[in-house]
């Protein structure tokens, strides 16, 4: 019973002098130099200084999409083979696809190059086997993806 008592007692005692001793390093400076990545992966894409948190802040490259217009698009024109969808910078590249009901193949280059939902801010480029299509038929497309996308928006307004 005294051994167990005493050896409480030596252990809080240690516990004492380790907090005492962290106390005596409050006043030492910390070396920035010593945090800092040196050499590897990151150096080389983060050159600029920035962290890896940086790039889910976003750059001054990318812009803001405007997200029933992406939707409106990928809605749209799903009879086409999504290639390439970058929502950084407002991009999406189809490959070739047949419409429903259509005997020629179409793919599409879209780019959403404004957050506000109007037709400048989303540009169809269209192109069949042959080579581009015509401007009235571009602007029917346009048309359908903005007609998508407002009543996208107005569905989410009910919620």
Request: charged share 20%.
């Amino acid at each position: 019973m005294i051994k167990s008592r005493m050896n409480i007692a030596g252990l809080g005692v240690a516990c004492l002098v380790l907090f005492t001793g962290c106390s005596a390093f409050k006043d030492a400076r910390l070396d920035p130099e010593a945090m800092q990545v040196k050499g590897g992966r990151e150096a080389t894409v983060y050159g600029d200084g920035s962290s890896l948190l940086d790039a889910f802040k976003g750059s001054k490259d990318q812009i803001k999409v405007n997200r029933f217009l992406w939707t409106a698009t990928l809605q749209v024109l799903d009879f086409l083979p999504v290639e390439a969808a970058d929502p950084f910078t407002g991009v999406i590249s189809t490959g070739y696809g047949t419409p429903p009901g259509g005997g020629q193949a179409y793919r599409a280059t879209i780019l959403i190059s404004n957050p506000a939902l109007d037709a400048r801010s989303l540009n169809v480029a269209l192109q069949t086997r042959g080579g581009p299509v015509s401007a009235a038929t571009e602007r029917a497309v346009e048309d359908a993806i903005l007609n998508r996308a407002r009543q996208l928006r107005i569905n989410a307004a009910k919620f």
